[in-house]
């Protein structure tokens, strides 16, 4: 009865009164039913094994010792005997702990129900305990954790139903309510459903991942015992990532240089988007934004590194800066974009080019130093020093380059030029910038130097000699002068002429001409060496220049000697028919000097070395001819036994190639008196007389002839005019007028000149001169003239005159002709009397 006593000495006072009340009761259902008593009890559960459940034996109003001897005992269908009859006090005690819960679950209340069997009589007690239900479980979850996955964009007043929590205990000691903490995101709502209360979450404010991405919550299940137990579960709520946030750039504006030229794939910069979402609504992918699309060409962007790197050769002289927008974008579509600004670095990658603006070509040799010859321009694309340019002439030339404007060049001269010393030239212009290292261009001009006649021809001699037989065909190439005149073209064509100048009174051009292209001097006339020995003349050399410059050079012609005459015999004369003869007296001594032979060469030197031979002689023993001097004179003593007349006969001849020679007879009489000379030479001179017959027999002719046409004339010209009187006397009486007719290009009778003339020059026209040509032309065109002038102006009158007054001096020449012939006729005979004379004496 302790735990009575613990009971009732407890708060609960009133209670132990209604649990007597209840004793009570049992005591009185037992009486009523006589036999089968039935005892009831109320315990608690959990109770201590031997705590008093109740007096049994007292409360079945039996003694202890029935107890005994009725072996009292328990008897229950189950197996678990949870109380425990002490027989030898009566009472009834724990024997096992009892568990409501176990015993009854939620069923209440809970009891359970025995008996007490008795022998001896047998009774049977049934016993009910009932069990009252202690505070002894806490409410429990199944799982001492939750999880939730909410997306952030759950929507607020979204319901999430929580697990519930389990109470095995029942009444006020169950599950009571729940309790959640802490509630800034969340609200609990409670519902009572089959018994049973479960509680949900309520969203009641927005969630957002990116500032928490996980919220821990823990639920509270308390029940209503006392004291108060209760159990928690732990409530992980993930926030799921809603592609709430766009992609952000680090920068809003990228700015960064890139050389220009840089290969391909070269890096340029990375771009850096950062999503603050989760996952897959935080991959980021680059792109270049839509607007400028012609960028994609120049530059690669890597969509998942957002590196740039160079996709074509960017040129520095076509775009300066090159801005464009690159654009970042999650998997959800968010986008967002950044500048990109990129500056292009110049690289010395354009080399200078020139431009020919102006270049004249040739230039004068006679410009002055600083003559412009032309102008260049350079251009360079690069910017700065890369494209800052300088010109420089390569190489030694007398030129200079002086710029003007920027990037303008002038090319000058810079010293005087010679086209004889170089006629023409290179000029190699570079042109480099001053970038590193610096590019450079080339250009030659090829610049000639025009000509000026600034100089005179040159001969290279100041003396031309040259040698020329006598007796040279007229027209026969002497020599050939020939001049050098450096200049060019017409400046340098030299022609040639000659000085005018007389030689022995004759002026030059008679004697030689000289052609004026070639230079070559020809004779034009057959020189005679014994005339004139040498020609010395001036020939001029002439350019064609504007004015012609000239120079002079001497020619000496010498006439070389031939052997064109003949030695000429001087003494003794020979006549026809007179016989002269040398006297030699026969006494005369051996060496005796009987004439000398005197012969004359009007060559000269060795043409006129005369040299002289006995070719013919009587008696060849009897005389001999000095070789050089011409002397005869007797080899041997003359005797009786030589002949009166002795001829020799000398031959005179030069030393000339080949030689010419002269024959001469010398008579010689070897004789001591003159009548034997003269009765020898008669019959010597006898055959002579045949040869003077036959020539006064052509003389008596001649003079036959020549009277008989002076006769005959005469009567013409006689008749003739006496035919005219009674002509003209007739005409007279007519009074008709009187036409004479004349035949055109009607000459002169005698026609002395023109034809003849004009031929004449002809055959002496050997020169090329053109001032023996001139005069040619002009002595033909004037007899020409003459010809036509005496034609056309001559009245008729004058002409008529003319034909009496040729007819006359046809007439006075025959006359004159006859008493020449007359007059030649005596003097020969008196000639032939005189010979005959002269040998007789
Ligand atoms: C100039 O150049 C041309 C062409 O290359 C060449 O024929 C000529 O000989 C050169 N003249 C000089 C003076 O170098
Ligand atoms: C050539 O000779 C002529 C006459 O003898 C003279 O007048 C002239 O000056 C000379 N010219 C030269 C270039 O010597």
Redesign the pocket.
């Known amino acids: 009865m302790e735990s009575k006593e613990d009971h009732c000495s407890g708060g609960g006072r009133w209670r132990c009164v209604w649990r007597q009340a209840a004793c009570l009761f049992v005591f009185l259902c037992f009486f009523l039913n006589g036999t089968e008593a039935q005892i009831r009890y109320s315990i608690p559960e959990e109770m201590k094994k031997g705590s008093l459940v109740g007096n049994v034996a007292q409360d079945l109003g039996l003694d202890v010792k029935r107890l005994r001897s009725g072996r009292a005992r328990i008897v229950t269908g189950e197996n678990v005997q949870y109380t425990e009859l002490r027989t030898d006090k009566g009472l009834l005690v724990v024997h096992e702990r009892i568990d409501r819960e176990q015993l009854c679950g939620d069923v209440t209340p809970c009891s359970f129900t025995f008996e007490i069997l008795l022998e001896n009589p047998m009774e049977l007690h049934p016993v009910t305990i009932e069990v009252l239900d202690v505070n002894d479980n806490a409410p429990t979850f199944k799982y001492n954790h939750l999880q939730f996955e909410i997306s952030e964009s759950a929507a607020l007043g979204s319901r999430f139903v929580l697990e519930s929590a389990h109470d095995a205990d029942v009444g006020a000691n169950g599950l009571q309510s729940y309790i959640l903490t802490p509630s800034d995101h969340f609200v609990l709502k409670e519902h009572v459903s089959g018994g049973g209360k479960y509680a949900e979450m309520v969203l009641q404010k927005g969630l957002d991942r990116e500032e928490q991405s996980r919220l821990s919550l823990k639920l509270v299940a308390v029940d209503g015992g006392n004291p108060q137990r209760s159990g928690t579960v732990n409530i992980i709520i993930n926030i799921i990532d809603a592609n709430d946030n766009a992609p952000v750039f680090d920068q809003t504006t990228y700015k960064v240089k890139v050389v220009e030229n840089a290969i391909k794939g070269t890096h340029v910069l990375t771009v850096n988007a950062t999503d603050s979402d989760s996952g897959s609504n935080a991959k980021v992918t680059y792109s270049f934004s839509k607007t400028n699309a012609e960028i994609k060409d120049t530059f690669h962007i890597n969509e998942e590194t957002g590196c740039i790197t160079v996709a074509k050769q960017i040129d520095y002289e076509k775009e300066k800066t090159i801005e464009f927008m690159v654009e970042a974008k999650d998997q959800g579509g968010l986008t967002e974009s950044a500048k990109v600004e990129i500056e292009v670095t110049d690289l010395n990658d354009n080399v200078p080019v020139i431009n020919v603006m102006s270049f004249t070509s040739p230039v004068s040799e006679d410009s002055p130093a600083g003559t412009t010859i032309g102008i260049i321009n350079v251009k360079d694309l690069d910017s700065g020093e890369n494209g800052h340019v300088r010109c420089a002439i390569e190489g030694r030339v007398p030129f200079r380059i002086k710029s003007n404007v920027r990037n303008y060049f002038a090319l000058l001269t810079d010293a005087d030029l010679d086209r004889e010393s170089v006629p023409e030239y290179n000029i190699t212009v570079v042109a480099s910038d001053s970038g590193s290292p610096p590019l450079s261009s080339k250009m030659t001009f090829n610049l000639k130097v025009s000509d000026v006649n600034d100089n005179?021809p040159v001969f290279p001699v100041s003396l031309y000699t040259a040698s020329v037989a006598e007796n040279n065909h007229p027209g026969v190439s002497v020599l050939k002068v020939s001049a050098k005149d450096p200049d060019e073209n017409q400046n340098a064509r030299v022609s040639y002429m000659l000085?005018e100048?007389e030689i022995g009174g004759t002026p030059v051009a008679e004697f030689v001409s000289v052609n004026a292209e070639s230079g070559v001097i020809s004779a034009v006339r057959s020189y005679d060496y014994e005339q004139i020995k040498e020609l010395v003349f001036?020939v001029?050399a002439q350019d064609g220049g504007s004015p012609p410059l000239?120079?002079?050079v001497s020619v000496r012609i010498l006439i070389q000697d031939q052997n064109d005459n003949a030695p000429q015999v001087l003494y003794p004369v020979q006549t026809g028919g007179s016989v002269l003869a040398e006297m030699v007296p026969r006494s005369a001594d051996v060496g005796y000097l009987v004439t000398k032979v005197v012969a004359v060469d009007v060559d000269s030197g060795q043409n006129a070395w005369l040299s002289y031979k006995v070719q013919k002689a009587t008696d060849r023993a009897l005389f001999e001819v000095g070789l050089h001097n011409g002397e005869i004179r007797t080899v041997r003593q003359v005797t009786d036994k030589d002949g009166v007349k002795q001829r020799l006969s000398v031959l005179v001849e030069d030393n000339g190639q080949p030689s010419r020679s002269a024959t001469v007879i010398v008579n010689v009489a070897v004789a001591d008196s003159f009548p034997e000379v003269l009765s020898e030479f008669t019959d010597f001179s006898m055959h002579d007389k045949e040869y003077n017959d036959k020539l006064t027999f052509y003389l008596v002719l001649a003079l036959a002839v020549v009277s008989f046409l002076f006769i005959t004339c005469l009567l013409l010209i006689i008749s003739v005019k006496v035919y005219r009187w009674r002509q003209s006397r007739v005409l007279y009486h007519s009074n008709l007028p009187v036409i004479p007719y004349y035949p055109p290009r009607y000459s002169d009778t005698l026609g002395t000149g023109t034809l003849q003339h004009v031929y004449n020059y002809e055959v002496c026209r050997t020169s090329d001169s053109r001032k023996s040509d001139m005069k040619n032309m002009q002595a033909m065109s004037q007899s020409l003239v003459s010809v036509d002038g005496a034609d056309a102006d001559t009245p008729h009158v004058t002409k008529q005159m003319a034909g009496n007054f040729s007819q006359m001096s046809t007439l006075v020449s025959l006359i004159f002709c006859h008493s020449f012939s007359v007059v030649v006729f005596k003097v020969y005979t008196a000639v032939r009397r005189l010979q005959y004379c002269h040998l007789a004496c």
């Open positions: 005179a000085e100048r001036i001029r000239s120079s002079n």
